[in-house]
């Protein structure tokens, strides 16, 4: 096997995110379900952005969030996803070279737009996301490029994208092709709604195909219908190795045998949870594909999400290679 050009590679929805604070009765009066993403058309990005307040618009997206932070750390990174040549898709592909990652994916000029969430943050840093998938689940085997998969040690497939024929053959070339050259694949479950549309090839992809899975407590429940304890039995036989968030008390990593406990880094105060799963997933990928231990890459993740949830927004305001180094890591 050749060494890696790359630590990760992400495969993901390239979404524009546009976030805003809001009290929990505008939540309650637009019959938005607090905390959860749900996906809607582009009449109803209208109308919900005509209710928010002052917006921050950052690129987002849960795999392009995710290489973000890997890039942070000082990881090699490339991200493949789709976005139209239109004046978001523009801010998303300035925004993720700027932070050095490399992304090549040529822009759609079907006239389909490209993707936006608007997520609508509390008081408690709660987000409510609503997203306007538009061109990116367009995405299909031609965008996968091959070399870059099989050069990276770690392919990350997001699970928000799985849901059109296209896409789940473009996750299966770069799971085969990523496998051939002896790589890692990774997987995340993203959110119950996309547990609950796609669990058994979820499941198929967990014992057959993926290497690492991430999941929060919510998730892998609703993935094997149990309770958390006996998913988490569960997952030990189906998978190598997964790393199980449980928010405020920190994460599981159970590999084989093994099971590492990470407590939660602390916050000062948590004012957006928007990418704290995104974040906990790049300080473990950083961490696993540059070879620490469990602990460490456990350590990096909760690093990281710490970091993601003290701010507006989903991706790191402040270096997190120099945060891991103050607080005793040495990378």
């Known amino acids: 096997m050749t060494e890696a050009s790359l630590d990760v590679v992400g495969i993901g929805n390239a979404i524009v995110d546009i976030i ?76 993720i070279r700027s932070i050095g990652v490399a992304y090549d994916t040529v822009a759609s000029s079907s006239g389909t737009p490209t993707a936006r969430c608007l997520v609508f943050v509390t008081p408690d840093g709660e987000r409510t996301m609503n997203t306007y998938l538009g061109v990116s689940p367009e995405l299909a085997e031609a965008e996968v490029d091959t070399g870059v998969i099989g050069g990276a040690t770690i392919t990350y497939l997001e699970g928000y994208l799985f849901d059109r024929p296209a896409a789940k053959r473009a996750f299966s070339l770069a799971a085969a092709t990523a496998r051939k050259a002896g790589r890692k694949v990774a997987l995340s ?43 988490c039995a569960r997952v030990r036989k189906d998978a190598a190795l997964a790393a199980v968030t449980r928010s405020a008390r920190g994460s599981i990593i159970i590999s084989g045998g093994t099971t590492v406990e990470i407590a939660a880094d602390p916050v000062a105060r948590v004012v957006d949870t928007t990418g704290a799963g995104d974040l906990y997933a790049a300080g473990f990928l950083y961490g696993h594909a540059t070879g620490r ?13 710490a970091e993601a949830i003290s701010h507006i927004g989903p991706r790191p305001l402040v270096p997190l290679d120099r945060l891991a180094r103050e607080k005793g890591l040495d990378i």
Do not use: Q
């Open 20 to 95: 805003a604070r809001c009290e929990d009765g505008l939540v309650a009066r637009l019959g938005l379900s607090k905390g959860h993403m749900r996906l809607i058309e582009v009449d109803e990005v209208k109308s919900l952005y005509a209710e928010m307040g002052p917006a921050v618009e950052t690129s987002g997206g849960s795999a392009a969030n995710t290489i973000a932070g890997v890039a942070s750390f000082g990881g090699r990174a490339a991200f493949i996803g789709k976005t139209a040549d239109d004046e978001f898709g523009r801010i998303f592909r300035h925004d």
């Open 189 to 231: 479950l993203s959110d119950g709604f996309c547990v609950e549309r796609h669990r058994a090839e979820f499941l198929d992809l967990i014992r057959n195909h993926v290497d690492i899975l991430f999941a929060n407590s919510d998730e892998i429940t609703a993935l094997y219908e149990t309770s958390f304890d006996e998913a």
């Open 293 to 305: 231990s469990l602990e460490t890459a456990g350590r990096l993740a909760s690093i990281a999400a």
